[in-house]
C-alpha cells in the first residue's frame, strides 16, 4: 500500500488500545510492557504531549508520542507498523512533529533508542538527529541506550513570533 493512502491525525482516546499494543510488540520487547492502554489513554489527553497516528484502511500504520516542555521536547515513542515501514510514514509524522515544536518555540527534541536498534538510529539520523551520548543500564538497568538530539534553534537566537490565526470576514 502506498504512502498516499494513510492519513495523518491527532490521537484520540479510541486510539489508545492499538497504540499500547504497538508499543509493546515494536518498542517495548523485552522490557515489561510500560505502556498499556490507560498509560497511553492519560498520554493522549495530556495538553502538554503531542501524540500523532497515521491510519490506513486497515487501522493504526504508526504513532508517535513526543512530550513539550517549556523550550525543550522529547520524543518518547515512535513506531510504524512492519507492512507499511520504508514508504514515508515515519518520516511525515516526524515533519509534522517538526512543525509543531518550531511552532512551539521548541529549541531541540530529544529521544532515547535501544543501543542496539540500528534501524532507528539510521532513521533518526536520516531525519537530523545527531548522536549525543550512550547511557549505560538505561533499560530495565540492563540494556544501554543512545541518546539522540535534534536542534532546531540555537540557545542565541529568540523564540520564533507566533499569532493566532483570525477568520477572515466573507
Ligand atoms: C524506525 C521506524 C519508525 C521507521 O519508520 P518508517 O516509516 O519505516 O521510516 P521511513 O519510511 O519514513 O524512513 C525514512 C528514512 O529513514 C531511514 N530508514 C528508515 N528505516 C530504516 C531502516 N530499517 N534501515 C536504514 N534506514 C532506515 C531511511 O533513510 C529512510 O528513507 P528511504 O526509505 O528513502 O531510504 C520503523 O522502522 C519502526 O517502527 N521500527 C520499530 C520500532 C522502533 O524501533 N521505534 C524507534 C524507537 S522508539
Redesign the pocket.
Known sequence: MSATAIDLRLAQARDARAIAAMSRD??EMGLGWKYDAPKVARIIADRDVLTLVACDRLGLA?FTITQFGDERAHLV????RPR????????RMMQWLFASACAAGMADISLE?RAS?Q??R??YR??GFADAGLVNHYYREREAALRMLRVLRRGDQPTPLWQAPTLRRR
Do not use: H, S
Not at 77 to 80: G, H, K, M, N, Q
Not at 84 to 91: E, L, M, P
Open positions: 515494536l518498542i504508526g515513542l515512535l513506531a510504524v507499511c515501514q520504508r514508504q514515508g510514514v515515519a518520516r533508542l536498534n534501524a532507528a539510521d532513521f536520516a531525519m
